[in-house]
Structures are given as C-alpha cells and as structure tokens.
C-alpha cells in the first residue's frame, strides 16, 4: 500500500516536473571538443533534454535553433528502447536525418511522450543562449 502511495506521488512530481520545466525552456549553441558547433535544451531546472548533432558552421546550427523554435511539429519522432530499457527519443527533419536525441532515457514510453509534448509548446519562447562566445 505505501509502495503505490509512494509511486502515485513520484508520477505526479514527475509530470509536474515535466509540464512546469516546459514554461522554461533554454537553447545553448555551444562548441564541442572536436571544435564543431552543437546545440542543447534544457529544461526549467537546467536539466539536458535533447542534444544536437555536430555542425561544421555555427550558422547552421542557431538556424536548426530557430527552425525548431518556430515549428517543432514540423519533426518527427522516433522513439527507441535503449540497453537498459528505457526510452529515448530522436527529432528527425523531414528528410529523415536526426537532428536531436534526447540525452537521457525514460522508464517509461509515456514519459518520453510527455517530456515531447511539452517541448512542442516549451521550444516557441525558449531563450538562446550562444555558449561559443565564452
């Protein structure tokens, strides 16, 4: 009984955490260690969301920033079981390349969804942050 009650409560911390960190959403264009130029979203807490692949033309990557501001139904998504049996994500453009994975898995489908969902919405006043200057 107090191991449902328990898990009744983490679902709905983890929802609100879920629907909450979407108000805040944060773009970091950023160079990588191969001096290529990436891009990331953060959540409300700060916490990685989705991470890009490297692009050889910083230009390129604000550009996939601002593409995904403007309209982010415009990606598919794919999701995936991982090694440990979690689900992840990746953001495909309509030619099929990927252009952003999610950084960490999900115990569940359904939490993937959710954390996609409130991206869609979260993504259209995210702030961008351009890491590279520093």
Do not use: P
């Not at 049996?85 to 999900?106: I, W």
Request: charge should be positive; aromatic fraction near 8%.
């Amino acid at each position: 009984m107090i191991c449902r009650m328990v898990a009744a409560i983490a679902a709905v911390v983890a929802f609100s955490n879920f629907t909450h960190a979407a108000e805040k959403y944060a773009f970091e264009i950023y160079a990588d260690k191969a001096a290529e130029t990436r891009w990331r979203l953060k959540d409300g807490e700060g916490t990685i969301i989705v991470t890009s692949q490297g692009y050889s033309k910083k230009a390129d990557a604000a550009k996939m920033v601002e593409n995904l501001k403007a309209d982010m139904s415009k990606y598919t998504v794919e999701y995936s079981e991982d090694k440990k049996k979690e689900t992840r994500f990746n953001l495909k453009a309509k030619n099929g390349q990927v252009v952003g994975s999610s950084n960490k898995g999900y115990a569940t489908k359904a939490d993937a969804e959710k954390v996609v969902e409130a991206m869609k919405t979260g993504t259209k006043d995210a702030t961008v942050k351009d890491e590279t200057k520093k």
